[in-house]
Every structure is written in C-alpha cells, then in structure tokens.
C-alpha cells in the first residue's frame, strides 16, 4: 500500500492510498500533484515569508491588489467563516499573533515580523474584496494570518487529486481527510486525541469521504506558554476549551470550524456547528464533552 | 470506548452558505489549477504514451526467450506485488515513501543474430529502484529453445540516421516544467547532449546520469528514472526535438 510523507506547512503531511500497488505512474503522478498543492499554498498564504503573495498584499494597504485563485478563495471563504461565527474566527489577528511570538518560519527558525503595526481593532470587516477584478483590498494596515484556512485548503486539493483512487487517507499534522475504507473495506478508524493525556484517545469514529480535524489547547505553545488560538474580539486565549474537533465534507471548512468553535466556547460552539450541520466533538479543560446531534453516541 | 457512527450524510440537512462555499472555493481552486495545467498534462500524456509504445511497428521484430530473461522481465511486477506497506494505520505505522515505478521495461535485443546464437540483452530499461545510479547491465543469453515462451522484442535502429554536424537545441515537457537539451553533431554523429537549461519543479540532479547515455547509445533511447520518470521523459523529448532540427 504505497504511503509518503513530506514536510510542509511547518508539518509532516502524509497520504497513504489503499491498493495493490496497480497504476503505480498514476499514482505517482497523482500524489506528486497533491503534495504540490502543499507547497504551492504555502508559497502563496505563509505569512512567515515576507515574499509571500499574502505578505505582499499585507504590504499594500490602501489599494485593490490583483491575487492567484488560491489566495482570493482562501480570503474569501475566511472572511465568510469570520461573517458566520461572529468574528470569532478573525483572519486579521497575524499581528497579535507575532506579539504573541508566533513568528518563526518553521524551516529556517527564523523570526519573521511584518514590517506594519496595525491598530488593535482591525478586524475582517477592514478587508474589501472585489470578485470581478480578483482584487483584495486592506483598508487599514493589518497582517493576514491564513493557518486555519490553507492547510485545509491544501487537504481538500490534494483530495481531489486522489479522488481516482477512492480509499486514501491524507494526515497534515493531525488535520485529516479519509477518504473512502481503509485497507478491510470499512469506514476509516479516527481516534480523537485525549487533550491531557498524551497516547490516549478520548473518543474514536468511522468516517469515510470526510475530514477530521482537531483543534487542541496543547499543541504549537508561544514562549511564553500560551497556544495558539486568540479570541480575536478580546485579543486573550479563550480558556474554557482544551479541544475541538470537527467532522465535515473537507478540511478547510472543518479546520476553519474547529478554529471558530474553541473561541465560541461550547455551548455556543455547538450551537454554530449545528446550524451549519456539521458534526463536532468539544471537550474542554475539565474535561466534559460537548458534542452534536449526530455523535451523540460518542458522548 | 463509544465509537460513532459520523458517515451519515443522507440524512443531513441541506448544505448552507458557509458549506457552499468551502466546496465552491475548493473547486474553484481546483479548476484554475487544472486548466493552468491541463494542456501541459495532455500533451505529457500523449508523449508519454508514445515514448511506452516505443519504435514503429516495421522496427518491431520478435524474438525468443529463455527462462531467466523471462523472469527478469517479470521482475518489477513481482517486486511491487512483494512491497510490504504498513496495513492500515497511516498514524502509528512507520512512513515510508514510495518512488514512481516506471511502466514495465521492454526487451530489447541488442544484437538480433540467429536464435542459436548468444546475444546480448541490454536490461538498461528495467527499474532499478534501489540503485538508480547503477550502470546498465549486459548479460549474455543462453540459447533459446523453442518451448519457452515468446516476447515481442525491439530490433535497435538501424545505421546511424544522418545527423547535420552543428549544436542543436530542442525542448521537453513534463507536467513538473521543461527541460532543454543541447545536442552536439560531429561527423553524422552524436559527440554530446547535456541538459541546457531544467526548469522542473525539481532539480535535474536526479536525471544527470541520463545526458551520457545519448552519445553512448547514439539515440534519445535513455533509461527510465525511478522516482523521476517524468523528468527522464522530458529530457528524452527534448533531445528528440533538438535531433529534429540536426535531419
């Protein structure tokens, strides 16, 4: 069963696809294309690149700038995901995040700052599009942070690619899509990491043709101790949550979701996702589960 | 532990904006990328295609083979058959990254003499995924006997084809970019190719052991490349292309 791992997006990305090995140039060739998505996005919307397209519009405030395909959806569905949750998801909290000391370009460990001090109440509101021209406009100076949007970006291209082959699985850094069974021809088996328990999983579910990703309290600490995840309306870290994890049809909605629901906190969480139908686990710090309609089986 | 049960779509409610447009994006996404890419990728399989089916039919002639020749040219079958990859669990087994194997190789008869005579076979084609440094091999052949079974085999070009002295250059396509290759013609013959200019997402290093082989072989018959066919298949394109413009 022919499975690959390469380092991208400041994580290990793995596709696995189930099979005998048959069409193996295809194969190849399918999975060249799909870590390709991974490096292309990353060039695109890595804001530890100042050369970046996303960087480069981030250093023209003011003005419509003309961007790829990737970079206008990812900003577009970003701004839609901050619209739905209230600004509880916020693409333009980069800043706060570099003051955070969530600045280092994981390849070379380099510290990599904006050269822009944005106001403390940028918010989604402050980016135009125009989805005639593909333009992008900042009305006022702000760094745009795309994490949870483009790795799942990346997974759901990269799924695509491998939609020939029916039964694959792709993990970045945890962020899954599984597609069709796995190697017994069952639904593909996904434990949900126990948030305090290192090794233990708190719940386990069968997905197939669906992501899986989950957002942790635990995983990417700044210096000085605290994760990864801003509560963009107050600029702290929401502390109800240790993790989130939501099943949906592709990885940039769940990852985009998971984001969006551990600032929300629980009860509001699961609100959102039920709203949108989404299926989705939350656990927080002391440990009690909260999850939708469809998983109550797994409470 | 409970498990759950999440694959449940039929019973979903209809898909919202947000989930709209998350499939939308991605598509749209997708489809640029594709059409970017589309029209290098026929051609690539076109040429590809067109590489594997090798010479023209009138070059074809068939040949017998005994039983060791048979295996080898089973051989690549029965080495993706006999990979052992982790069973199932992407998360804890060990990772484990697989090279492109090229199509099945051909057999190729060097030299096609009378059946009773040793010839030689040039296995230069077949994969060899753990060594793709290694020299092509030439072994000897046994005699043939009418029970074994019978391959269709590739006569080698045949006298050398009027080549213009002169520098020529000709470019390959792969869908991982370009590659230009510099062909030198001295006296009708091939003195040189090197690769000119690699504009693949990947570096040429991978194939640099494929420029000699052109003066050696006095064709763009280069070897396949495990891991880099795409490469090697760009590279022999773009030497045919320069060997175009030498006629």
């Known amino acids: ?299 | 532990m409970p498990e759950g049960d999440s694959n449940n779509g039929s019973t979903k409610k209809v898909a919202n904006g947000l989930v709209a447009a998350s499939c939308a994006a991605v598509l749209t996404v997708y489809t640029a990328g594709y059409i970017r890419t589309k029209s290098a990728v026929d051609r690539f399989e076109a040429q590809a295609a067109e590489r594997r089916a090798a010479l023209p039919e009138s070059k074809r002639i068939v040949g017998r083979v005994d039983g060791p020749r048979s295996a080898m040219r089973t051989e690549p079958a029965t080495e993706r058959s006999s990979r052992h990859f982790p069973a199932h669990d992407a998360a804890r087994a060990p990772k484990r990254i697989t090279p492109a194997l090229p199509p099945p190789p051909e057999v190729k008869l060097l030299d096609p003499s009378d059946a009773g005579e040793p010839i030689a076979l040039d296995v230069s084609r077949l994969p060899l995924a753990s060594d793709p440094g290694s020299q092509a091999a030439v072994l000897p052949q046994p005699p043939a006997s009418p029970a074994e079974s019978t391959v269709e085999a590739v006569a080698p070009a045949p006298s050398a084809p009027k080549w213009k002295d002169g520098t020529y250059l000709g470019w390959g396509t792969s869908r991982h970019g370009n590659i230009q290759a510099e062909v030198v013609i001295e006296q009708g013959r091939i003195a040189s190719a090197i690769i000119a200019q690699c504009r693949t997402r990947y570096s040429c290093s991978v194939i640099e052991q494929l420029p000699p082989q052109v003066a050696q072989r006095q064709s763009p018959d280069v070897d396949y490349v495990s891991g880099a066919t795409q490469s090697a298949d760009a590279f022999y394109f773009a030497v045919v292309d320069a060997l175009e413009k030498a006629k």
Not at chain 1, 3 to 25: C, Y
Not at chain 1, 73 to 88: N, P, T
Not at chain 1, 105 to 112: A, F, K, L, S, Y
Not at chain 1, 175 to 204: C, E, F, K, M
Request: hydrophobic share 40%; net charge negative; glycine share 10%.
């Open chain 1, 1 to 299: 069963m022919p499975v690959s791992t390469k380092t991208a997006m400041g994580t290990l990305v793995t596709i696995e696809v189930v099979g005998s090995g048959e069409g193996a140039d295809e194969l190849g060739a399918a999975m060249d294309c799909a870590f390709g998505w991974f490096h292309e996005i990353e060039e695109r919307c890595t804001r530890f690149n100042p050369r970046s397209e996303l960087m480069q519009v981030c250093s023209c405030s003011g003005v419509p700038v003309p961007v790829s395909t990737i970079l206008y959806e990812a900003v577009r569905f970003a701004l839609m995901l901050a619209e739905e949750s209230g600004g509880a998801f916020d693409l333009t909290v980069g800043h706060r995040m570099e003051k955070r000391g969530f600045n280092r370009e994981h390849r070379t460990g380099d510290i990599v700052l904006s050269p822009i001090t944005p106001d403390d109440d940028v918010s989604f509101r402050d980016i135009a599009l125009n989805p005639d021209r593909k333009t992008i406009t900042l009305r006022r100076p702000l760094t745009l942070d795309l994490g949870a949007v483009a790795k799942g970006l990346a997974i759901d291209l990269a799924a695509r690619e491998l939609a020939p082959f029916q039964n694959f699985a792709i993990d970045a850094g945890g962020d899954l899509y599984l597609g069709g069974s796995n190697a017994h021809g069952t639904p593909w088996h996904v434990g949900i990491r126990h948030p305090r328990s290192d090794g233990q999983t708190i719940a386990s579910l069968r997905v197939s043709n669906q992501a899986v990703c989950t957002s942790g309290d635990y995983e990417r600490r700044s210096p000085d101790g605290q994760h990864h995840i801003l509560d963009p309306r107050t600029g702290e870290n929401p502390d109800d949550i240790a993790s989130v994890t939501v099943i949906a049809s592709g990885a940039m909605l769940a990852d985009g979701l998971a984001t969006a629901v551990f600032v929300l906190g629980p009860v509001h969480g699961i609100q959102l996702l039920s709203r949108l139908a989404v299926e989705g686990l939350i656990v927080t710090s002391d440990l009690r589960r909260y999850v939708t309609q469809g998983l109550q089986q797994v409470a």
